[in-house]
């Protein structure tokens, strides 16, 4: 009796994963004996826009209060020390410079620090 249940509590999860997979799609085949059996869609890798976007404005305006923060002088030294260490530290230089927007948003919020 309690094999039973195991055995059909178990089913009716495994039916209930089947359904959330099916909810996002499903395809649908016939098999050589003629039975259509429908398969939940597999989905590629899905990469979350507005994720990556958020994260880039982060990263930019954590580069600005660093720019605001120390000034723009310092700022340039310790990039160029970073610029003439090894090949990882010279990516970090690179992706750490001062740009256009990161300069923009430091403006604002230079009279805020100092």
């Known amino acids: 009796m309690v094999e039973t249940k195991k055995h059909f509590i178990h089913r009716l999860n495994l039916l209930g994963r089947k359904h959330q997979a099916m909810s996002r799609g499903y395809t649908t085949q016939m098999r050589t004996d003629g039975l259509i059996v429908a398969k939940p869609r597999r989905r590629g890798l899905e990469i979350p826009f507005k994720g990556i976007v958020l994260l880039l404005l982060g990263f930019v305006f ?37 740009d256009p927007m990161s300069k923009v948003i430091a403006g604002f919020m230079g009279p805020i620090f100092r």
């Open 62 to 98: 954590f580069k600005a209060f660093m720019l605001a923060a120390i000034g723009p002088d310092l700022y340039g030294e310790r990039v160029a020390i970073l610029n003439s260490g090894t090949f990882v530290e010279q990516g970090g230089a690179w992706v750490m410079r001062a």
